[in-house]
């Protein structure tokens, strides 16, 4: 004979609360805080996204599920302008007045991505003869060689760097369609801020968050969750835009979908190790694409092909 049920036990992650999203921002946040470069995606538990990476042309986005996108943020160089002319002109007038010898603008493309202190302790260790095992730089030259950089670059932000082609007509579009807009960079904000007045892109961004802090920068997703916070907007409803796969990896791992450009300053075959949901030779590609999901019901399929390339 069955005895009266007089009690229940029930689990709570996955059967009273769906605790997966919380959990995941919280691991990410401490990889971050930890310099672990270690950050749970979507799909690496879930299976929500494929792991095969990308192998998609440019122009063409992947089947995924369409969320209603209501802002997009951004990074700023190789992204939204081209800074490498300067950024190249600031370091070889940091090398040369350290009795080095300048490097090549191609040379310097190579160096960029982690932060300007990065970019010039490299820049130094390379001109100088050092190798990744053994730095040439002593380090009481390091606060010099920074210091030297940081003023010259200050003063020379947008000498010879552009803004690409089709970057204020695609802000603008987006803006005027109710899209909100943001930069997320790891670029300094002693820099960055400055460089986007000096462009006139400013007055489109909703803000700006620059990586001031080590361990805010991408990969990391710290500063791309923080913006969702600012915007008001779920993950799955931002869109973030990057030339390089540390922004790939950074979207995904937030919640947001990812949208890369074939142009600015990814490192050679590093795009094609991540899936972004989408692959642009043009910004200005990207917006029909988040117009048309702006309007979109979540749960309705999506592809669009033909972007021009």
């Known amino acids: ?25 919280a691991f990410n946040q401490a990889s971050g805080a930890f310099g672990l470069d270690r950050y749970w995606t979507a799909d690496r538990y879930t299976g929500r996204r494929s792991r095969r990476p990308y192998g998609g042309q440019a122009g063409e986005f992947m089947q995924v599920k369409a969320q209603r996108i209501r802002a997009v943020a951004f990074d700023l160089d190789g992204t939204l302008i081209d800074t490498l002319p300067d950024l190249a002109a600031a370091v070889n ?6 009795g080095g010898p300048p490097l090549s603008a191609s040379r310097v493309k190579e160096l960029v991505g982690d932060g300007a202190d990065q970019l010039i302790l490299r820049a130094v260790n390379e001109s100088m003869g050092g190798t ?68 006139g892109l400013a007055p489109f961004m909703a ?15 710290a500063l791309v969750l923080e913006a969702c916070r600012r915007l008001g907007a779920a993950p799955d409803e931002v869109l973030y835009v990057g030339d390089s796969h540390t922004d790939v990896v950074a979207a995904h791992a937030a919640g947001c979908l990812a949208a890369a450009v074939t142009f600015g300053y990814h490192k050679h075959g590093a795009l094609e190790t ?9 910004l200005a590609d990207i ?23």
């Open 207 to 221: 803000f700006t968050l620059c990586a001031d802090r080590t361990e805010e920068r991408k990969p990391s997703p």
């Open 132 to 199: 990744a095992a053994r730095m040439s730089i002593e380090p009481t030259q390091r606060p010099v060689a920074l210091d030297h950089f940081f003023r010259f670059y200050s003063e020379h932000l947008f000498v010879h760097s552009r803004l690409y082609p089709d970057t204020v007509q695609t802000l603008r579009e987006l803006a005027g369609a109710g899209i909100r807009l943001c930069c997320v960079t790891n670029k300094s904000s002693r820099f960055a801020l400055p460089l986007l007045e000096l462009t």
């Open 93 to 98: 007038a940091t090398l040369v007045a350290l």
């Open 274 to 282: 991540v899936r972004a949901d989408a692959v642009v030779t043009r």
């Open 1 to 25: 004979m069955s005895q009266p049920l007089r009690a229940l036990i029930f689990d709570v992650d996955g059967t009273l609360a769906d605790t997966e999203e919380a959990h995941r921002q």
């Open 287 to 309: 917006v029909e694409w988040v117009l048309q999901r702006s309007n979109a019901t979540a749960g309705e399929p999506g592809q669009i092909h033909g972007a021009s390339t």
